[in-house]
């Protein structure tokens, strides 16, 4: 899971585009994520204007390709653009705010061998309803005609990729000339009704928090899997954006801003539970001064993840951490 081959050509692939703020490539790397852990081994690929970003030597894509030298883009001609590169036969295009929940993506990339540019839709008393957020497309000139018409509806309503969809095709431009396939309504993106109830894709917008609580949990997986530089750099980004000064409080510090924090968010914490937590911090703080692993526990606390922040402590808790050897005399 690691490391998948990475292969200029791919029969299979998933492809987002990044092309916006810092925001959109957490989203982006945070939708990457939610396909790794159903497909370890899919090719992953990601069109930025953004190529060198570090974001996107994280372990979870394949190819990256840049869009740099067209800022102004649409996701259309950057899917384009990675079509005429020939970087996949046929590819699932992801938006940074779908989440992967379906077991397996691979049913979607059947049905482009009936046709090439598929799309959810599900049949309502109001009509048909569709989704730009999520296409499946075969390489071939039907798709690039597709691309062009999708990538002029976009300009006009960047902001409503569903909208622009819509457009292309009731326009009936493309009607003898493209074979349109439909994916189930099951495919149609929806929010979450409740954890235990989760659509085939999860549509995640305006929660900023929860979007911080996923990078964190990718980088406790990356932690724990001992790809600790990678675990760094997306604890790092996490702390900088969210809370900036945590990384600098150090140890001492650290144990009472967590100790009230504790209190914040377990209500009801017993006495003996409460010294258990104050043991485990002081721990830490003596074996790891400069509170690095401290502040990562802190991280996962302050978005409310208070069993990972626990498990953080305890895994400290198990360290073997070097002393420096005293000096005779």
């Known amino acids: 899971m690691e490391q998948p081959a990475t292969k200029r050509w791919n029969k299979r692939m998933v492809l987002m585009v990044a092309n916006g703020d810092e925001r959109q490539v957490d989203r982006t790397l945070m939708a990457a994520w939610s396909v790794r852990q159903r497909h370890p081994d899919a090719p992953i690929g990601i069109v930025t204007d953004k190529p060198t970003h570090r974001m996107w030597r994280t372990g979870l894509f394949n190819v990256v390709v840049s869009s740099a030298d067209h800022p102004d883009a649409t996701t259309a001609e950057c899917v384009k653009m990675a079509m005429k590169r020939e970087v996949f036969d046929r590819a699932v295009v992801f938006d940074s705010f779908c989440r992967l929940r379906a077991e397996s993506i691979l049913p979607v990339m059947e049905l482009l061998k009936q046709s090439p540019v598929c799309f959810p839709a599900r049949k309502t008393d109001e009509g048909v309803r569709i989704s730009g957020r999520l296409l499946a497309l075969q390489?071939?000139?039907?798709?690039l005609l597709f691309l062009d018409a999708l990538a002029d509806a976009q300009r006009q309503t960047p902001e409503d990729p569903t909208g622009a969809l819509n457009?292309?095709?009731s326009g009936?431009?493309?009607?003898?000339?493209?074979?349109f396939g439909a994916l189930g309504g099951d495919w149609l993106p929806a929010v979450a009704a409740s954890p235990d109830a989760l659509p085939s894709v999860e549509l995640r917008q305006g929660d900023v928090q929860r979007l911080y609580a996923e990078m964190l949990m990718f980088a406790m997986h990356r932690l724990v899997s001992s790809d600790l530089k990678r675990a760094a750099t997306i604890y790092a980004r996490v702390a900088?954006?969210?809370n900036p000064d945590l990384p600098?409080?150090?140890a001492e510090r650290l144990v009472a801003h967590m100790a009230e924090a504790f209190d914040e968010k377990v209500a009801g914490l017993s006495d003996r539970n409460r010294d258990q937590l104050r043991a485990l911090l002081q721990h830490a703080a003596c074996e790891d001064p400069a509170g690095n692993l401290l502040g990562i526990a802190a991280?996962?606390?302050?978005?409310g993840q208070v069993k990972t922040a626990v498990a953080v402590l305890r895994m400290i808790y198990k360290m073997k951490f070097n002393k420096p050897v005293p000096v005779p005399g």
């Open 299 to 303: 991280l996962h606390l302050d978005v």
């Open 167 to 169: 457009r292309v095709i």
């Open 240 to 242: 900088i954006t969210t």
């Open 172 to 179: 009936g431009s493309l009607k003898d000339i493209v074979k």
């Open 139 to 143: 390489r071939s000139e039907e798709a």
């Open 248 to 250: 600098q409080l150090g």
